[in-house]
């Protein structure tokens, strides 16, 4: 099947590219060598829609992330394009010229390099914004430059809901190529197993759909594959119908949490590092309009300090949790474990012990961070007749991650560290106990951190083999290099 469908691109190849970069391509001819020249071509044919350093907007896009660290790149310019064909244009160029480039939907990545480049290409998704519902077939078509809030806002008219990002900001792009955790991956999957159509543009600018029916490997290896095989200039995704939803922020002091809740659903425990206080917060949802949501009665039992339950749309929720762009630096470590609460308690304990030893890192914002996977929801992926990337055993699992922000550039290596070796130690101790997955979830890991380690082998295999069909000239390895790689 890779085999033929490669030969359907490459005999593709020589007549569409030709065809849509023709008119940019005349401008530069075959004299095009590296990313200023392609920078230069793109400016005589789209004018404004490329920005250079010296233009009005540069610095101001430059700020468009969540990680500060991402904000340290400079392009040598940034190609805003508004259609999937300017895109096309604009890789077949990047291809031809040899031009190194980096691709930012929402901008949420905090690995740097993932989602910008010093000395190459920014191709920005900011201008396409475009969502249609088509209620009758109960999907949504999103374009690549939307925030998961502007997706759950068009829906809320028609009371349809999608699988997708949890926080206002995150975008559509980069987390639905990742996996995508949503509240209720239980029952409906990830936001990978919810994507029914990706429209793609290949390394060679060509245009493809990835479907059930048309390019059926490309369409399994972009549920959880990430950037190593195009870019998405459509998703169409499943919608549910679904009004309201019964909601509840739960808050519990330390004294609460600290003897025998460590396998339950604690989103986030922040150690405020200036007065060692610690606070955890659940954020949670249940369909429908039961409230407050009985799903989470064990928790509301242990009689938080704060509570706040409440009947809403989805996107009156979503829109309400919010997180900045530039944030802080910010850096990810997690791994995964079967759960087990001893054990979970042992790690946090051992966290808020270890922190205290960075805590002279200016502007620390140590956070402690649990998501399920649950065995429902991995049956969810692996029984939809396509499956995806992750190969998930169908079992309950949670990944156990530190969140850390700072301030200085000074102390990027001092936290990755300190970060790094603190997972790696106590994951360590849960392999010796049988305790550890070695799935690691790419919304959750840091740049030090290889995803395609924790996935069954034979599923790295056939993505590689669907790269080598959809990508032969290495154009999202090469010339795109940032970001969750394959590797060779
Ligand atoms: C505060 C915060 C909250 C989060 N909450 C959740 C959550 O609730 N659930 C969850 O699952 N994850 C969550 N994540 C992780 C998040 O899913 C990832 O960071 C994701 O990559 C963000 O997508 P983005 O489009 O904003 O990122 P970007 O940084 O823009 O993109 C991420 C990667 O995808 C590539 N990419 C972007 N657009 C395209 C495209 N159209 N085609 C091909 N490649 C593309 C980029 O080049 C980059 O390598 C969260 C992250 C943060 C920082």
Redesign the pocket.
């Known amino acids: 099947m890779y085999s033929f469908e490669a030969s359907k691109f490459l005999a593709a190849e020589l007549l569409i590219v030709g065809a849509i970069t023709s008119s940019v391509s005349a401008q530069n001819s075959s004299t095009c060598a590296g990313v200023s020249d392609a920078c230069t071509s793109l400016s005589a044919h789209f004018g404004d829609q490329i920005l250079f350093p010296t233009s009005a907007n540069y610095s101001a896009e430059n700020l468009n992330?969540?990680?500060v660290r991402?904000s340290d790149l400079a392009s040598t310019c940034m190609f805003l394009p508004t259609t999937a064909d300017q895109v096309a244009t604009a890789v077949a160029l990047f291809n031809q010229c040899g031009a190194e480039f980096?691709?930012?939907?929402?901008?949420?990545?905090?690995?740097p390099g993932?989602?910008n480049i010093d000395d190459g290409i920014l191709l920005a998704?900011d201008q396409m914004t475009s969502i249609t519902v088509n209620t009758e077939a109960s999907t949504v078509d999103v374009s690549?430059g939307n925030?998961w809030v502007d997706v759950y806002q068009a829906l809320n008219a028609t009371g349809a809901y999608a699988i997708g990002?949890?926080?206002k900001?995150?975008?559509?792009?980069?987390?639905a190529?990742?996996?995508?955790?949503?509240y209720w991956n239980n029952k409906y999957g990830?936001?990978m197993d919810n994507v029914v159509n990706y429209e793609v543009v290949l390394g060679n600018g060509t245009q493809v759909s990835a479907n059930n029916a048309t390019n059926h490997d490309l369409f399994w290896a972009l549920k959880g594959g990430?950037?190593n095989f195009?870019?998405?200039?459509k998703f169409t995704m499943k919608t549910h119908q679904v009004p309201l939803i019964s909601t509840t922020a739960l808050t519990y002091s330390e004294e609460q949490f600290g003897g025998d809740i460590g396998a339950g659903f604690f989103n986030t425990i922040s150690l405020n590092i200036t007065t060692g206080v610690v606070s955890a917060r659940i954020a949670g949802t249940q369909e429908g309009t039961e409230s407050p949501p009985s799903r989470f009665a064990n928790f509301t039992a242990i009689g938080p300090v704060s509570s706040s339950t409440n009947v809403m749309p989805p996107v009156t929720w979503h829109g309400a949790l919010k997180?900045s762009d530039q944030?802080a630096r910010?850096q990810?470590q997690s791994k995964t474990m079967t759960p087990d609460a001893a054990r979970l308690i042992e790690i946090y304990q051992a966290w808020k012990a270890s922190v205290t030893q960075a805590a002279d890192v200016e502007g620390l914002q140590p956070t402690f961070v649990l998501n399920v996977i649950s065995a429902s929801g991995a049956k969810v992926g692996n029984n939809n007749g396509v499956g995806n990337v992750w190969g998930l055993e169908e079992k309950n699992l949670i990944i156990w991650q530190l969140s850390n922000g700072w301030v200085n550039q000074a102390d990027d290596l001092r936290v990755t560290n300190w970060a790094k070796n603190f997972v790696d130690y106590h994951h360590s101790i849960n392999q010796a106990s049988s305790l550890a997955s070695e799935f690691l979830?790419?919304?959750?890991i840091g740049e030090n951190q290889n995803p395609f380690l924790g996935m069954p082998l034979a599923n790295v295999q056939r993505m590689r083999e669907v790269r080598s069909a959809y990508d032969p000239a290495g154009v999202f390895s090469n010339l795109?290099w940032?970001?969750?790689k394959l590797g060779h």
């Open positions: 992330y969540w990680d991402s980096s691709v930012r939907g929402g901008g949420h990545m905090n690995f993932s989602n998704f690549p925030r990002g949890r926080l900001t995150i975008g559509v792009a980069g987390l190529l990742i996996g995508g955790h949503h990830f936001a990430a950037n195009g870019i998405v200039t997180t944030f910010v990810f979830y790419m919304g959750d795109n940032g970001g969750f």
